[in-house]
């Protein structure tokens, strides 16, 4: 075996080199990322054989001052950080200190720049200074690399040559959609292949769609949908597509955090959640996102070139990008049909979708219940029903208690129906409960709800039970929590109480026809008679029972008569 030694510095430098500038596409991204922390706005591109042979920066950013221009190809030499704490929260784009070492021990390098009234020009080699002079121009800077990989031709040899003109393109074309401010142009062997002015005195929404057109097809900026968005802790802005332009390839994806370009991975599946059975699973909606949260949120020093991030709490930043981007979709989706002037609406607080019960099998048998009974009006929570058989009588359906008894039953079989929301809603809990709900999620679950974690205090809730309306979600959720937390039983089926609690929820101030129907003829079928707590649901008043009422009436009317009849005599 080998003994151990210490490697020298030029060959420290290419390994280091080797992580940071695997391409040339690395060396552009690390020199305009440069060129933005020195708030420039203009930045040229030129490249010259893919960039092996050259790549030419140029900038109008703050310039490099002479005692900085010393220390730039140095390793671990940055203006960017002084302590490790700093590394939690980095605001630039650049901050290891190692672009400039690592480009400068592979290939020929001259930075011409000026900060104040003095320019200089240096050039180096194997990360060396080889000569300088003072060399005047306007403020900003000029970096040259030429000859990439000169002196690594296995690395040389490695590469691909064809492949990266697309590959820097996209770059470029990435970085603009990010920095609308900054005028970009890119050259690609003499030929201008980018030119991206800027809009001036616009909104952000008008900037990003004005870029957008120098960019991308006309599909894409027609059927794209803005998004702006913010809470607390995060800020979203960008453009999704329309759900009919999700194609199976994965094109124009794009995805910034706090202006930094990242593997479009980290956000894909919360994006896709967003757009929901809008569209097929294996398809992938184009987009252009870009997500601000406070560095502290992001850890982004865990990729040599920072293609990856991490967020501290990702499960958040998820539900925050599907949240709205269900919004925006929900927004800007048009109604199918507009409903005529004579169409019922149902004001009841209890709300049933005229499908809830309906299949073919049932459609034939209601069909025979509805030749023996008929509906004929809603009294408070009973329903007055009149069978056809004239000797039949009258029927009184108890409503509360029919309903009762069938989201029961439901309960025990855990065949409890939910209502998804459109658009997730916020639930707010004491900070003594979260612990308790994030533990009783699955419990929840089969009780109706479905719901995550949002936040401090904060879940989202995704769907309800089918006998809610939406706008008691809160004030039930509360009750039934305090509910779950005074009953420990883990079999909640078996316990009668919380079974109570849930179904008292349901109101009934008005019921259309149909839906009375549908709850009558389900009891009926079913042959049920009485609620889950013993209350009876129907009541049958025949005609003899009639005839006696009115009977019994007419003979105390004629016992008032005729004690009317003596006082007066």
């Known amino acids: 075996m080998a003994t151990i030694t210490i490697l020298n510095n030029d060959t420290i430098n290419k390994i280091a080199a080797g992580e940071v500038v695997e391409s040339p596409v690395a060396v552009i991204k690390e020199l305009v990322e440069n060129s933005l922390d020195s708030r420039a706005t203009s930045i040229d591109i030129e490249v010259e054989k893919q960039g092996f042979h050259k790549i030419k920066v140029q900038d109008n950013g703050s310039g490099i001052s002479f005692e900085d221009l010393m220390l730039c190809t140095k390793r671990h030499a940055t203006s960017k950080i002084q302590h490790v704490d700093d590394l939690y929260a980095i605001s630039t784009l650049g901050f290891r200190g190692e672009a400039l070492a690592a480009i400068s021990s592979i ?49 040389k040899n490695f590469l691909n ?8 393109e996209k770059l470029i074309e990435a970085l603009s959609l990010c920095y609308l401010d900054v005028k970009w142009s890119l050259k690609m062997d003499q030929k201008e292949v980018l030119f991206a002015p800027v809009l001036k005195e616009a909104t952000l929404e008008e900037k990003l769609i004005h870029r957008c057109q120098y960019l991308f097809p006309e599909e894409f900026i027609n059927g794209s949908i803005f998004i702006n968005a913010k809470n607390e802790r995060f800020r979203l802005h960008g453009l999704i597509t329309r759900p009919n332009l999700a194609t199976k390839a994965k094109k124009t994806q794009l995805f910034f955090v706090n202006d930094r370009l990242v593997n479009t991975h980290l956000c894909l599946d919360a994006i896709k959640s967003g757009y929901g059975t809008m569209i097929d699973a294996f398809t992938y909606p184009p987009f252009c996102l870009f997500l601000h949260t406070p560095a502290s949120f992001v850890d982004v020093n865990i990729h040599p070139q920072k293609k990856q991030v991490r967020f501290k709490e990702k499960g958040h930043v998820d539900m925050f990008l599907k949240m709205h981007i269900q919004k925006a979709l929900i927004k800007d989706a048009k109604p ?43 009294v408070e929570d009973y ?8 000797n039949i009588g009258f029927l009184f359906c108890h409503l509360k208690s029919a309903l009762e008894k069938k989201y029961f039953d439901l309960f025990q079989n855990r065949q409890i129906g939910s209502h998804s929301l459109l658009i997730p809603q916020e639930f707010h809990c004491h900070q003594k409960d979260t612990v308790f709900i994030e533990k009783n999620i699955p419990l929840l679950k089969t009780l109706g709800f479905i719901l995550e974690p949002f936040g401090p205090k904060v879940f989202a809730v995704y769907s309800f039970p089918a006998f809610l309306n939406d706008g008691d979600i809160n004030e039930y959720l509360l009750d039934l929590i305090e509910n779950l937390k005074e009953n420990k039983q883990k079999l909640y089926m078996e316990n009668k109480k919380i079974m109570k609690r849930l179904i008292g929820k349901i109101q009934l101030t008005h019921f259309s026809k149909d839906e009375l129907e549908q709850v009558v003829q389900e009891m009926i079928e079913k042959k049920i008679a009485l609620s889950p707590f013993g209350k009876p649901i129907f009541y049958h008043m025949g005609t003899k029972e009639l005839d006696k009422l009115f009977e019994k009436n007419y003979e105390t009317t004629k016992k008032i008569d005729r004690m009317d009849a003596r006082v007066r005599s």
């Open 336 to 378: 199918l049909f507009t409903p005529s002037s004579n169409t019922y609406t149902n004001t009841s607080s209890f709300h049933l979708k005229p499908a809830f019960f309906e299949t073919h099998e049932q459609e034939e048998s209601m069909l025979d219940i509805k030749e023996s009974v008929r509906i004929l009006h809603q």
């Open 107 to 155: 290939s020929k390098l001259h930075i011409l720049t000026q900060k104040n009234t003095i320019g200089h020009s240096a050039y180096f080699e194997k990360s060396e200074l080889v000569r300088h002079e003072k060399k005047a121009r306007k403020q900003g800077t000029t970096i040259e690399v030429l000859s990439l990989f000169y002196n690594v031709p296995v690395r």
């Open 161 to 168: 040559e064809k492949t990266w003109r697309f590959q820097i």
């Open 383 to 390: 329903a007055l029903c009149r069978h056809n058989d004239d």
